[in-house]
């Protein structure tokens, strides 16, 4: 059983860039949670999607952005980098349970990316 | 707004026996599940044990397990005969129950565990 794959595993930008982190969540899940975890710091939540749409946003701005796919994999594009943007991105999945409680995440082996 | 609070940066064990990380959270909610995660220097988080707040029994996982005080707002990880293998950052997490609070993981800082053989 697969579980949470992400790529690519690194990346180097340079400021002002784009960039697009990829995501295929663990088999039967259908919620992805996306994640910035700045070095010596707990995971930030950016968004989650589930049925192709954004559930929630957490306190980023708008130059991060998603989507999902009818497969559920997603993807996660940041425009205009700024070194402070340099971090690793963890995607996690999760099946949408009953009353629309997103179950337990788990986490795949994120994407480090560092803007110079 | 939900909050989580790691107050030990780094402990440090030794081989075989047994430490506990601390973790103190503050919700107003009554309603809500608390996680351990373990995320080692390869950097995969994997999740080690998940307690849901309506249960009073502690969860146990194998050499893992939690003293979840409600009243207290705290969730405290045991870990015993220790391994060298359970060095790693360990980072505790809340997740709400209701509305918007179901989506996200709130984790606290981190504390990294060593290890001594």
């Known amino acids: 059983d697969a579980g949470v794959t992400q790529s690519p595993t690194h990346l180097i930008k340079t400021r002002g860039q784009q960039v697009t982190l990829r995501c295929s969540p663990k088999s039967g899940h259908d919620t992805v949670s996306w994640y910035q975890q700045a070095l010596g710091q707990g995971p930030q939540f950016i968004f989650q999607y589930y049925e192709e749409e954004e559930r929630q946003r957490g306190n980023f701005p708008d130059r991060f952005s998603g989507h999902q796919f009818p497969n559920y994999s997603s993807e996660l594009n940041v425009n205009a980098l700024l070194l402070g943007d340099s971090a690793l991105y963890l995607c996690?999945?999760?099946?949408?349970?009953?009353?629309?409680?997103?179950?337990?995440?788990?986490f795949g082996p994120g994407t480090r990316l560092l803007v110079l | 707004a939900q909050t989580v609070t790691q107050s030990q940066p780094e402990m440090s064990v030794q081989e075989a026996e047994t430490v506990t990380l601390s973790c103190t959270y503050d919700?107003?909610?009554?309603?809500?599940?608390l996680f351990w995660y373990k995320q080692p220097p390869s950097r995969q988080m994997i999740l080690v044990i998940r307690q849901e707040a309506y249960k009073q029994q502690n969860a146990t996982e194998n050499r893992f397990s939690v003293n979840f005080q409600k009243a207290a707002k705290s969730f405290s990880l045991k870990i015993s005969d220790s391994q060298l293998g359970d060095a790693a950052m360990y980072f505790c997490a809340y997740r709400g129950v209701y509305g918007g609070a179901t989506n996200k993981l709130i984790f606290g800082t981190g504390t990294l565990l060593a290890v001594q053989p």
């Open positions: 996690a999945s999760s099946q949408l349970g009953q009353g629309g409680q997103a179950e337990t995440q788990y």
């Open positions: 919700t107003s909610e009554s309603d809500y599940y």
